[in-house]
T-cell receptor
Framework: AQSVTQLDSHVSVSEGTPVLLRCNYS??????LFWYVQHPNKGLQLLLK??????LVKGINGFEAEFKKSETSFHLTKPSAHMSDAAEYFC???????????FGKGTHLIIQP | DTGVSQNPRHKITKRGQNVTFRCDPI?????LYWYRQTLGQGPEFLTY????????KSRLLSDRFSAERPKGSFSTLEIQRTEQGDSAMYLC????????????FGSGTRLTVV
């Protein structure tokens, strides 16, 4: 069975400082891992995905994530936060053979001016 | 191509009424998924289609929920005899191929049952 734990429900950073959103996963098989972002009143947008190639994955808008199998983690980072990054972020896992995605509960990212 | 389209954007209904939502996927996508998102939670997988075949429906929340994709293009999600607990955002997503690709989500239909 697959599951995802996002370790922080809210993260607040100042504009221009680094962002770290933490995610741990549980998977029976070789997983695919994703980060999605949801801005208010907008659809979920794919930030990046890991599908068993390079462990450091680069996504859109300067975000990246590192797959660490030994730690079962897939943390999302960005070197310098922008005000436009304020949104809800979801870590997502999909097991091999699974039909649907399993989402974490989300991390609300707040950017302070 | 304007992405995944969902209608209506909002629906308010009285308890006990039936509601139907529509999803138009990206035209070349053969897979279509339905998710439900309640307040403060991540989306929860409900069902999916490959072309017109519904390949997984055991995760539908109850027998009041049903989905169709009659010609392998648009899909509908129906909830019969709505309950207040059905109030949520219903999301549709589509993809071409397997999970490796990642899905494109629509903006959702927000259902409020009063």
């Amino acid at each position: 069975a697959q599951s995802v734990t996002q370790l922080d429900s809210h993260v607040s950073v100042s504009e221009g400082t680094p962002v770290l959103l933490r995610c741990n996963y549980s998977s029976s098989y070789s997983p695919s891992l994703f980060w999605y972002v949801q801005h208010p009143n907008k659809g979920l947008q794919l930030l990046l995905k890991y599908t068993s190639a390079a462990t450091l994955v680069k996504g859109i808008n300067g975000f990246e994530a590192e797959f660490k199998k030994s730690e079962t983690s897939f943390h999302l980072t960005k070197p310098s936060a922008h005000m436009s990054d304020a949104a809800e972020y979801f870590c997502v896992v999909s097991d091999q053979g699974a039909d649907g995605l399993t989402f974490g509960k989300g991390t609300h990212l707040i950017i302070q001016p | 191509d304007t992405g995944v389209s969902q209608n209506p954007r909002h629906k308010i209904t009285k308890r006990g009424q039936n509601v139907t939502f529509r999803c138009d996927p990206i035209s070349e996508h053969n897979r279509l998924y339905w998710y439900r998102q309640t307040l403060g939670q991540g989306p929860e997988f409900l069902t999916y289609f490959q072309n017109e075949a519904q390949l997984e429906k055991s995760r539908l929340l109850s027998d009041r929920f049903s989905a169709e994709r009659p010609k392998g293009s648009f899909s509908t999600l129906e909830i019969q005899r709505t309950e207040q607990g059905d109030s949520a955002m219903y999301l549709c997503a589509s993809s071409f191929g397997t999970r490796w690709i990642g899905y494109t989500f629509g903006s959702g239909t927000r259902l409020t049952v009063v």
